[in-house]
């Protein structure tokens, strides 16, 4: 009988906790940061070193947007009686949750309060992860080539020449924002991969190895490092996994905590980011996206995306693989001042015909470059190699190589890699809405800054 009554308890406890949980999120763009408790003279109070170093060895200034959002004004937008999310420096806002819209317009009457705008609504169907895939942990072993069958992936724009060269990633950070990575943490192929650790911005509770292969797939096509069964294009550099998608729902809020993930990833050093990320229709079809609206700023995705080079990092992105519906076009943030926008293409360099095209709304060439993403190599969830589709793809593939080009030309800045990067492309004298400038060849793009630093 007690153990009847102690599991109705737990019964009931459990569906209160369910009902008591908040089904409303809610962004509040703040006016100012004029509350600051932080000075830009004292910017190792707010900044890590390596972020400063970053900035200072690019010679970027250190402005309002590096700032926190003010705690004066957070802590009293919490007293309104909400939970704070998630908070955004670079753009100035805090991302809230309740199930009073009451509180949402006693918060819009705080005069520090520019303007507040719902981006989530709770699902009807279940959110929480899948049980774990069963391991194999039995991948195919290539005798004849140390990449495996990942060989022709990183030849196409050669940067196994850099590899060789001795430019695969090391002392450089990746921070790979995702939707999960099922399994990377069981995966024995995998268990040499610096994973310098991990966060979760959907759920902080959640087991991120358990969520979505997808992470799993893109990070094998930058970091395997495992001869003869795959080698990523950067395998030897270091790895922060981050998770903002959420697989159960298609809401604005995924673009706060991508936001936050991106200012992370600034606050512990990250050199370069892969997105393979985009989003332009939603559960809410009232905010879905305009051809017009593609214009580097409308997004918050986008705003966040065109600060990632003054901060002095490298973002590279997917196109989006919408080039066979009625969307077509490039996806947020692939239409970001200053990143680099990836298309797909299969083996043999024919496009993909699902990958998005550009251009922006404002004219700029998008995409910016090709590599494979039709047939791309990738490691699976039971732990050996199979082929996946998509622009999903493609951008690790050239994340990798891109790191390593940054390694190799360490005195240049993120605009200058990003656009060595494009001038190394095939179709550089006459890029396009499809192609943009083409397959980058990162050994040309590589003598060139030899050439120049040699003069």
Request: hydrophobic share 40%.
């Amino acid at each position: 009988m007690k153990r009847m009554i102690l599991l109705l308890t737990c019964a009931f406890a459990v569906l209160t906790a369910g009902a008591q949980q908040d089904t409303l999120k809610y962004r509040i763009s703040l006016k100012d940061k004029a509350a600051t408790e932080y000075s830009l003279d004292r910017p190792e109070e707010f900044l890590s070193p390596k972020a400063i170093e970053r900035r200072s060895k690019q010679h970027l200034p250190i402005d309002s947007t590096d700032l926190p959002v003010c705690r004066k004004y957070v802590d009293e937008i919490r007293r309104q009686g909400v939970n704070v999310v998630v908070t955004g420096k670079w753009d100035n806002f805090v991302t809230v949750s309740c199930n009073d819209t009451a509180l949402i317009g006693r918060i819009l009457s705080l005069p520090f309060v520019r303007m507040a705008e719902k981006v989530w609504t709770a699902p009807k169907g279940p959110s929480f992860s899948e049980r774990r895939d069963s391991l194999v942990n039995r991948p195919t072993v290539y005798r004849d080539s140390i990449y495996g069958a990942a060989i022709t992936q990183i030849q196409m724009s050669r940067g196994d020449k850099l590899h060789q060269a001795g430019f695969r990633g090391q002392g450089m950070t990746i921070a790979v924002i995702d939707a999960g990575y099922h399994n990377v943490d069981s995966i024995t192929a995998m268990q040499n991969i610096r994973i310098l650790g991990v966060k979760d911005f959907v759920n902080p509770a959640a087991d991120i190895y358990a969520e979505s292969s997808h992470g799993l797939s893109v990070l094998s096509c930058i970091g395997m490092n495992r001869p003869n069964v795959m080698i990523g294009t950067a395998p030897e550099a270091s790895f922060w996994l981050l998770r903002s998608e959420d697989e159960y729902s298609e809401h604005l809020v995924e673009q706060d905590y991508w936001a936050a993930a991106v200012e992370f990833a600034d606050s512990v050093g990250v050199d370069v980011i892969n997105t393979s990320l985009g989003y332009y229709s939603f559960d809410d079809p009232s905010k879905n996206y305009r051809f017009r609206d593609l214009d580097g700023h409308y997004s918050l995705m986008s705003r966040q995306a065109s600060r990632v080079a003054d901060k002095g990092m490298i973002l590279v992105c997917s196109a989006g693989n919408s080039g066979q519906g009625s969307w077509k076009k490039i996806t947020p943030p692939g239409d970001a001042d200053n990143v680099l926008t990836v298309g797909a293409i299969d083996k043999k360099a024919l496009l993909a015909p699902f990958s998005s095209i550009g251009n922006t709304a404002d004219g700029r060439v998008k995409p910016d470059v090709m590599a494979v993403g039709l047939g791309a190599d990738v490691i699976r969830t039971d732990g050996n190699q199979g082929r996946a589709n998509g622009t999903s793809f493609s951008s690790p593939i050239m994340c990798g190589m891109v790191t390593c080009l940054w390694q190799a030309c360490p005195t240049l800045t993120a605009k200058e890699v990003i656009e060595l990067v494009r001038r190394s492309g095939d179709r550089v004298d006459f890029p396009d809405n499809i192609y943009g400038y083409g397959v980058p060849d990162m050994w040309k793009a590589y003598q060139e800054y030899q050439a120049t630093v040699s003069r």
